[in-house]
């Protein structure tokens, strides 16, 4: 990124800006003896950015997630800004909310994730589920709206430190009532929301009682700006605030008007910082885990890098994976699907129940067809950059097919490390489908059947038509990465201010 910080110097000159997000843009791995390592967070709110709090300079506002980010707290007092280098030597200046673990658990393990996430990623089996009672209510009570008040006075307290003019960058939907607490507090803050995830359709957001998405869109719309990932997510979005709430919306120039202010809402699709991947992808610790890969990989390899969320379609993936043994016997002992995972979200039932069904669906597709020398399926759960990175290098394929998904960044990062012309096969309902599709194998996520077809066409693709996606792919990512991403929300906030 360096190329954009001039840039980002003279846009947010005068500002101090404070992304506020519910993760921290660092992990910490304390180690008994000594300090341990840091490495960047996972998932895609921290790779997008990571990018743009250290070309800007920001604080980053997160919460205290365990007892390693707690003792940081303690050792540097709380409410101060801590900087934190990570093993790629970039540095994070974050600031700490630090509910306690009850409130925490009620916020993000009983309201972000089960509750919100599943409304937005449409994961419900609506015959059964939500079922919602008197502990949803106290989960939002006591704990989301505690934590995002907490969130706003630490906002107002940052801002009041510097004597710079707050632009507030408020990440995603942990944080959803935030923004209208911090506008009665600091009027003259500038506040953009970005929302990585899918915006559903205003008939799905009823499943939530209308107390609760009434005081979402309104917290939402303290904002100046709400960013969503496509236009599909603005227009879904736009609907809500008409259907739901009987406000005035104008479609064509995108704004909701609300309180006597617009609010304007639009799609940033959100991208990678090529040229720091391009860096991570030469160092020694990639060359070596690629090494690794060269020892052990069979002549086609499949690929897939997720969190073990349900949203990522994992089990219908091996199934679709095995349908592709059955049909296509004269790919066994010669392709291996490769399953790098991250454990995630391990406190909420329906994560735990998730990882257990994916490790019996890929040890039972296994024993089907493994032979003494050959394990069809590769499934690994660890958190490893380097090794993900790797493996872009290597696949032949990559399969990225989530239920739904707000952008999927896998899929950019993999189509811009590749070096074997390796082909995307890619859901439909991916927010990145709107710029990869044209390039990519487009499938219905839940057929597995086409799924299958799909991995094979990949795999015995002639060369000349897998280069040629492979460099579309290329071109695609690289005229919008993150550069392009930053830049288009501030030129709007711009616009904006000079009105
Ligand atoms: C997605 C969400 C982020 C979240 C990330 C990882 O990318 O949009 O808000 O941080 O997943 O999930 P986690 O719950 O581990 O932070």
Not at 392 to 419: F, H, R, W
Request: charged letters at 25%; one cysteine or more.
């Amino acid at each position: 990124m360096p190329g954009i910080q001039p840039y980002l110097r003279r846009m947010l000159h005068g500002w101090q800006t404070i992304v506020v997000a519910n993760r921290p843009p660092i992990d910490l791995h304390p180690e008994q003896s000594g300090p341990g390592r840091v490495t960047r967070g996972g998932g895609g709110l921290v790779t997008a950015m990571s990018a743009l709090a250290q070309a800007s300079g920001s604080i980053w506002v997160a919460a205290a997630r365990g007892t390693a980010d707690l003792e940081l707290v303690r050792s540097a007092g709380e409410d101060q800004v801590v900087e934190v280098t990570t093993q790629d030597q970039e540095t994070f200046r974050v600031v700490f909310v630090t509910p306690d673990h009850e409130t925490y658990e009620l916020y993000y393990n009983q309201i972000s994730n089960p509750l919100l996430w599943f409304v937005q990623h449409y994961l419900w089996d609506l015959g059964r589920e939500p079922i919602l009672d008197g502990r949803t209510w106290r989960a939002w009570r006591d704990g989301y709206q505690v934590v995002n008040q907490q969130f706003a006075d630490q906002v107002v307290r940052v801002a009041g430190r510097s004597r710079s003019r707050p632009l507030v960058l408020t990440q995603d939907y942990h944080l959803y009532l935030m923004p209208a607490m911090v506008r009665e507090r600091l009027p003259e803050a500038r506040l953009q929301h970005f929302i990585h995830i899918p915006w559903p359709t205003p008939q799905y957001w009823k499943v939530i009682p209308r107390a609760m998405r009434d005081g979402i869109m309104t917290g939402l719309l303290g904002n100046d700006v709400v960013g969503l990932q496509t236009s599909l997510d603005v227009r879904n979005f736009l609907m809500t605030c008409e259907e739901n709430l009987g406000l005035g919306v104008d479609h064509r120039q995108r704004i909701v008007f609300y309180e006597g202010r617009s609010v304007w809402v639009r799609a940033y699709p959100i991208s990678i910082d090529i040229a720091a991947l391009a860096k991570l992808a030469e160092s020694d610790a990639v060359l070596e885990q690629e090494r690794q890969i060269a020892s052990w990989r069979p002549e086609l390899l499949i690929l897939r890098v997720d969190r073990t969320d349900l949203s990522k379609n994992i089990v219908r993936g091996f199934l679709a994976y095995e349908r592709l043994l059955e049909t296509h016997p004269e790919l066994r002992s010669r392709v291996v699907f490769w399953a790098l995972l991250q454990r995630s979200r391990q406190d909420v039932d329906a994560y735990r129940a998730y990882l257990g069904a994916l490790v019996s669906a890929a040890a039972r597709v296994n024993r089907r067809f493994q032979t003494g020398s050959w394990l069809p399926i590769r499934l690994e759960v660890e958190e490893n950059m380097h090794k993900a990175v790797a493996a872009y290098k290597s696949y032949d394929a990559l399969l990225v097919n989530p239920i739904y998904d707000g952008m999927n960044l896998v899929a950019k990062e993999g189509v811009v490390c590749n070096t074997r012309d390796g082909v995307l096969v890619l859901s439909e309902n991916a927010g990145s489908y709107e710029e990869l599709g044209a390039h990519s194998l487009g499938i219905n996520p839940f057929d597995i059947d086409q799924t299958a077809e799909a991995l094979h066409t990949a795999l015995t693709m002639p060369r000349r038509y897998r280069s040629s996606r492979a460099r579309q792919l290329r071109q695609v990512v690289r005229r919008n990465d993150i550069s392009r991403w930053i830049s288009d929300q501030l030129q709007d906030l711009n616009d904006l201010l000079a009105q």
